[in-house]
């Protein structure tokens, strides 16, 4: 897939924005609710905090990475919470070739 500089910032602009409004509680129960014990819960929030400077922008990688995946538990719940898990923090982290050596070790998580 191609797509152009512009349709890239724009649509990196559009997840920022929905990150922004993406809260820790939300976050919580998305994951809790999912069945994930307490401890990976808290092995995800390390990943929360995660940011990454591009240009004068300062992204939130880990938060917009956490809500894409909650996004993708939520909308597959038929799943084992490890599959799902596994197949988003895989896809998202390939999907970042540039970030993708230092978010790799948190991924495997």
Do not use: H, Q, Y
Not at 19 to 40: C, H, I, Y
Not at 65 to 77: D, G, H, Q, S, T
């Amino acid at each position: 897939m191609v797509i152009s500089d512009a349709d890239a910032r724009m649509e990196l602009m559009v997840l920022e924005s929905r990150a922004k409004n993406f809260g820790g509680p939300e976050f919580d129960a998305t994951f809790t609710n999912a069945g994930l014990p307490p401890e990976v819960v808290l092995r995800l929030k390390e990943l929360w905090e995660e940011t990454c400077r591009i240009g004068e922008k300062i992204l939130r990688v880990g938060k917009l990475i956490l809500m894409e995946l909650a996004r993708f538990v939520r909308e597959n719940p038929n799943l084992a919470v490890g599959v799902a898990l596994g197949a988003g923090v895989g896809a998202l982290v390939a999907m970042v070739p540039v970030l993708g050596p230092f978010l790799a070790p948190l991924g495997t998580v």
